[in-house]
């Protein structure tokens, strides 16, 4: 099948699904605008975590990852209320769940202060509206992308 932009999709990895349309497509990345924004932690394994930036997602963070949670009790920032969501049939935490969302630049900004030789540090703070997905990494998986229309 080939796949070129403006194609309207489902991109399916083991029980999760994703629909939306591809926006672009780069070498070995598809950039697929989902049809309902996500919070990182639940975004597609085959995400391409280093062609994240800050036009893919939202400007505000409802939910932060595990790691990014951890660099700020390591600084002893206190983070504004919420709960912890867990992994499907799992104890281990998945994602902290803001009662009130941050703003992405106070994030970006913690994260190029304590932790700059870490690209990654604000990753899993985003909402993704884009999602970079490696194709490569997709067919290792054994991901399904179906045509919609």
């Not at 941050?102 to 030789?117: T, V």
Request: proline fraction near 5%; charged fraction near 30%.
């Amino acid at each position: 099948m080939t796949l070129k932009k403006g194609d309207h999709i489902e991109y399916e990895e083991w029980v999760d699904s994703w629909k939306g349309r591809i926006v672009s497509m780069d070498r070995d990345i598809l950039y697929l605008e989902l049809d309902r924004p996500v919070s990182f932690m639940r975004a597609p394994e085959a995400i391409d975590k280093y062609a994240i930036t800050q036009e893919l997602v939202d400007e505000r963070v409802h939910a932060i990852g595990v790691d990014t949670m951890q660099f700020f009790e390591d600084k002893g920032v206190k983070v504004p209320r919420g709960k912890w969501t867990r992994y499907r049939h799992s104890h281990s935490r998945l994602e902290y769940i803001l009662t009130m969302p941050l703003d992405l630049n106070d994030i970006i900004g913690f994260c190029s202060i304590h932790y700059p030789m870490d690209p990654l540090c604000w990753v899993q703070a985003v909402t993704l509206r884009i999602v970079p997905i490696s194709l490569s990494e997709a067919k290792y998986l054994g991901a399904k992308i179906t045509k919609l229309r």
